[in-house]
């Protein structure tokens, strides 16, 4: 069984800064990419970022490109979301994703090239 659990998120003003986390358990699995989705209320969910595990290429939607940074460390199987000059429109829940393979749409923001889940952790931006 694998496991993705998601901390950090939290309540934050407008401007502030909050950092999630990541971190795989349970029994070992090849990960070719990690990657952060977010869903809001009332919204489909939606790629924010995604990071290969071995070569460390990132890739950001453009609504978060300059404010988020995504990365990895590998000695704790973690990946880290870093978002900074954060906004009211970026309250959601935020879901860390893992896939095994390549992606078959040639693409990272397709959930569905995803195996593995957390369950989410809230980020809530007041104005």
């Known amino acids: 069984q694998v496991q993705l659990v998601e901390s950090g998120g939290g309540l934050v003003q407008a401007g502030g800064s909050l950092r999630l986390s990541c971190a795989a358990s349970?029994?070992?699995?090849?990960?070719?990419?990690m990657a952060w989705f977010r869903q809001a209320p009332g919204k489909e969910r939606e790629f924010v970022d995604a990071?290969?595990?071995?070569?460390?290429?990132?890739y950001y939607a453009d609504s978060v490109k300059g404010r988020f940074t995504i990365s990895r460390d590998k000695s704790k199987n973690t990946v880290y979301l870093q978002m900074n000059s954060l906004k009211p429109e970026d309250t959601a829940v935020y879901y860390c994703?893992?896939?095994?393979?390549?992606?078959?749409?040639?693409?990272?923001?397709?959930?569905?090239?995803?195996?593995?889940w957390g369950q989410g952790t809230q980020v809530t931006v007041s104005s």
């Open positions: 990071i290969t595990w071995s070569a460390g290429s990132t």
């Open positions: 349970g029994r070992a699995f090849s990960r070719y990419v």
């Open positions: 994703a893992a896939a095994t393979r390549p992606p078959y749409s040639g693409t990272y923001y397709r959930g569905s090239e995803y195996d593995y």
